[in-house]
C-alpha cells in the first residue's frame, strides 16, 4: 500500500483544499461525491486525480478523479476504497482534499 502514497513535498503550501464528510455507506463503497460548491470553485484546478491528506502524517493518498459526462458532478474514484479501507472510515468521517 505504501506504494500508493505520494510525498507531501509534492504538493504546493498554496493548493486548493476543501473537506468532505462520508454521509452513508455508499460514500464509503462507491465513491464519495465532492461537494457541489468545491466542484464548481476548484472545478479548472481539478485533474484526472487529486490528493487526500491524513491528519498528522506527511503523505498524501492519489485518488482518481471521476467526472460526469454531462461535467456539473466530480468523485473519489480509483484509490478511495483502499484509502477508506486502509483507514477504516466510517459514516460522519471527514475527509480533507488538497488539490
Same mark, same amino acid.
Given at each position: 500500500m505504501a ?12 493548493? $486548493?483544499?476543501f473537506?468532505? %464528510? ?9 465513491? =464519495?461525491?465532492?461537494p /457541489?460548491? !468545491?466542484?464548481?470553485i476548484?472545478?479548472?484546478c ?8 491524513v491528519p498528522?502524517?506527511e503523505?498524501?493518498? $492519489?485518488?482518481?478523479v471521476? %467526472? ?7 468523485w473519489?474514484? =480509483?484509490?478511495?476504497? /483502499?484509502? !477508506? ?11 480533507f482534499?488538497?488539490?
Open positions: 506504494s500508493s502514497i505520494a510525498r507531501r513535498a509534492l504538493i504546493p503550501e498554496d493548493s $486548493p483544499s473537506c468532505i %464528510k462520508i454521509v452513508t455507506d455508499n460514500d464509503l463503497r462507491d465513491g =464519495k461525491e465532492l /457541489e460548491m !468545491a466542484v464548481n476548484y472545478r479548472n481539478m485533474e484526472d486525480s487529486i490528493f487526500l491528506k498528522n502524517y503523505t498524501l493518498w $492519489p485518488i482518481e471521476k %467526472k460526469s459526462a454531462h461535467g456539473g458532478r466530480m473519489l474514484h =480509483k484509490g478511495w476504497q /483502499e484509502f !477508506a479501507n486502509f483507514y477504516s472510515l466510517e459514516q460522519g468521517y471527514l475527509v482534499v488538497m488539490l
